[in-house]
């Protein structure tokens, strides 16, 4: 048996990935992948009948026998969720997904072992086994797209908690005000996602407004609603001081959470996604300061913070790695 199915379950979008997994050891060769729309994300009974009718025809247009020739499908997708018994709880993003037993319904159609996990666990893992945390046995792997979520590998293995609730740091408050990020003000998330730039921007951009000082790329109130963290992002590229403020701003509160949990929990390494990657220039040197000033000197010093190896692909890989620790 030597191909794999990773089903990647978000909140704007899904993905469905046939990879071949001959080459142990080595990262998988991903054969095809298949992006699904969001319109039928809020009814599970209809989102998982595409899912299902997207990875039937990626087997067959590439020839793989599901039962027989595959080691099994990695589901990823966002929490709360039950890995144990293969049930997505609720997550916010997904609020008619209430207690699905996506497992069970995709094990007993294809007869093979499913396995389901948070997808910042799933991330954590995936570069754990082929990224930038290979050799290490400590890493904090850091969502930071739509959403900022943790997934903990500590002592070599998936840290989950009692009941699976690990690693919600973006439900940590970071300060009394700010952006809304995981219903909480101020949070860790409302800070560092893409959502969370957003209202800084909008934030940033009103009080630029009231003093009619707005940006040339932003200059009527209707622009304010459309922005999203990549547009801001080429503006600050630019050279743009208010999309430089704006990105700046994430970046000291993303160094006031990277030392927190360098403090408590220690690690090797934290490695930070998606928006992360693709603005690492912009974000980093706040947050680095920061990270410098608030947290201690000897766990620091041992911590090193790097953007995904995988880069925008963790979240393809994320799903896949389940079928390598699963099988363990």
Known sequence: MAYGFGIDIGGTKCAVTLADFRQEGNLPDILERRS???????DPDAMISMLIE??????????????????????????????????????????????????????????????LENDANACALAEYEFGAGVGRKNIIFLTFGTGLG??????????????????????????????????????????????????IARMKLLEAMQRSDLPSWCDRYEKIDQLNAKVIAEQAQAGDPVALDIYRT?????????????????PEMIIIGSIFCRSHDL??????????????????????????????RVGDYAALSLLITGKR
Not at 187 to 199: A, D, K, Y
Not at 254 to 262: E, N, P, Q, Y
Not at 290 to 307: A, I, K
């Open 250 to 266: 994430s970046g000291i509160m993303l160094g006031k959470g990277l030392a927190i949990l360098v403090d408590i929990l220690n």
């Open 150 to 199: 943790a997934g903990l590998i500590l002592d070599g293995r998936i840290y989950r908690g009692a009941n699976g609730m690990a690693g919600e740091v973006g439900h940590v408050r970071l300060s009394e005000f700010g952006p809304v990020g995981y219903g909480k003000s101020g949070s860790f998330e409302g800070f560092c996602s893409g959502e969370g730039i957003r209202q």
């Open 283 to 312: 974000l980093w040197p706040s947050a680095e300061a920061m990270l410098r000033r608030e947290s201690l000197s000897v766990g620091r010093e041992v911590c090193e913070v790097v953007p995904a190896k995988l880069g925008e």
């Open 36 to 42: 699904l729309p969001s319109r039928n994300l809020s």
């Open 54 to 115: 997207t990875l039937d025809d990626i087997a067959v247009a590439n020839g793989v026998d599901i039962q027989s020739e595959s080691i099994g499908i990695g589901i990823s997708c966002g929490g709360p969720l039950d890995s144990e018994r293969g049930v997505i709880m609720q997550p916010p993003n997904l609020s008619r997904w209430k207690n699905v037993p996506i497992v069970r319904i995709f094990s007993e159609r294809y007869g093979v072992d499913v396995f």
